[in-house]
């Protein structure tokens, strides 16, 4: 048990590392703090934004209090949730297929290792790097909250965060999964991309089908669970669903490296 | 130490290793001669137990390579083809991340990667990046890694490739130096590395072991032994028709001819002679030139290098229907050593 730990452990310092070495990976979380950083300002101070609608209703005269901070933090938890779309696919494309394209898949496979230690170090090594991608928000996030009265009560954001923190690991498990298949980077990160978007447009897709197809279907999709939880609705099958896409790209991409040894040509 | 029977790979219609059987003791040093494609890399990753064999049984310090991986990937350092490495780790990182997951304890791992990196030649380079580095300092990093677990068994596939002459000569310094406490593999297709660095030679062509041996034997056997070649002054006119005689009767020669005149000085002569294996009948062949009175000129032993052998058995393809092929192998694999001068067996290849 110790050695797994170990093992996992040192993999996942390894890819850590590799992340915060890698020009790439770091150009990427630079335009992703750019791009969500200009959300972040312009769903709060925008033409559109959330006070500038407040200040309309009370121009309006229309008196019903609105719980600004709270509607701020589900819209810009969606756009988060948006644009991992785009840039988790970037950051699982080079899990194996690099190691693939570098021949290192060759010292990890005649390691003592296991497959699944491997891919659990290397799917905790980038979620730790999506957090510190998306840590600087959370500043962002304390600042403005501290100045809301009421105060907003801590669980919400933290529920919204861990919904994220969720829908990452998933995205990046499964994204892991499609890098195991290839060697071409590029190539991974598109076929990551389109099953990502079709498991975010499930919804709709369940909508358009009838009876217990349909809502098996709806199940499936992250963004429904994704905003059942940043609205701060604990759903334990939420969480099962973001669970299973977890374990079940881990245990793909540990099968599907087993099944590379056994039919490379 | 390495035992291997009757492999075979196949991949989809390609056979790509058949019924490959050899042995290694412990501490030897075996080259794995072929020339490329011949299933060197193949029957490599089946012993570092990357690919599962289609056939047949492969064990590594008497644990079988698939059925109990995990023992053999432990006693196991492995260098592919190309070098498994991370550009964007230092040297030391690396080294100390493959002890890591090879299962080196906490505190020997920093003693372990620091033999590794003086082995290596590597201690200038330990802060640098791997991107950064040369691809001779590649390999060696790749040799580091394959050694910093101490393991009793190490595969080399093609050690010295991209190496510059120093370079390769440091490298073979060092895996010689592995030889005694650890077994080793090494592939190869350059003939003087398995002369230079190797005990044994198993020679591959077409998935199939076509002869393994320690060098020595090999040579011998597959060339019927040393030739030497005699040169001798004889001023005396009419000398000529007793020359024959004068080497007749050495213990240990199996054959004379006097070579053509065409490029010798007045009154010079040559003989080539061919001598059984295992005998030097070297001396006899002077002190006779010298009771005759004639002058000795030259004497030398001519001896058959590697790279004749492997020619030899692996220059099928000229000629080659498969068959014709076939019956090739089988001929040199139980080499009789009076093929030579007794009855030719059935299945001569022509000369």
Redesign the interface.
Known sequence: MN?II??II??Y??EL??YF??PLALAIAGVYWLISGFFFLYILLGPDGILAQVAMREQLGITDPVDVPYQFLQFFLSVMGSLSLFFLPMLSMGLYAEERK????????????TNWSVAVGKLLGVLTFYLTMTAPFLLYESILFSAADPKMPIVIPILGHLALILLAASILSLGMFISSLTENTFLSAILTFALILFLWVMNGIAEGVTGAMGSAIGHLSLLKHYSNLIQGIIDSSSLILFGSYIVLGIFLTAQSIEAL??K?? | MIEVEQLSKI??TTQAIRDVTFNVEKGEILGFLGPNGAGKTTTM?IL?????ATSGTARIAGYDVHEQS?AV??R?G?L??????????TVE?FLH??A????VAAGDRSKRVDLAVARCGLSERRKT?IRKLSKGFRQRVGIA?AIVHDPPVIILDEPTVGLDPRQIIEVRNLIKSLAGEHTIVLSTHILPEVNMTCSQVAIIKRGQVVATDKIENLMGRLTGGMGYEVEVEADVAGLEASLGSLFENIPGVKSIELLSREHLPENRYKWRMTAEPGTEPGRIIASRVVKAGLGLCELHRVQASLEDVFLELTMEDAKTPETEAEADVRDIQTPEPDMQDSEPPENTPPE
């Open positions: 050695t170990s093992n040192a993999i310092r390894k590392q590799s070495a890698s570098r021949g290192t898949l060759e010292l990890l496979a005649t390691s003592p290792l040894r056994y490379r040509s | 991949y989809g990753q570092a137990g990357f690919l599962p995990m990937r432990q196991i492995y592919p083809e190309t070098p498994p490495l991370y550009p964007d780790m990182g991340f493959v890591r997951i090879k299962g990046l890694q």
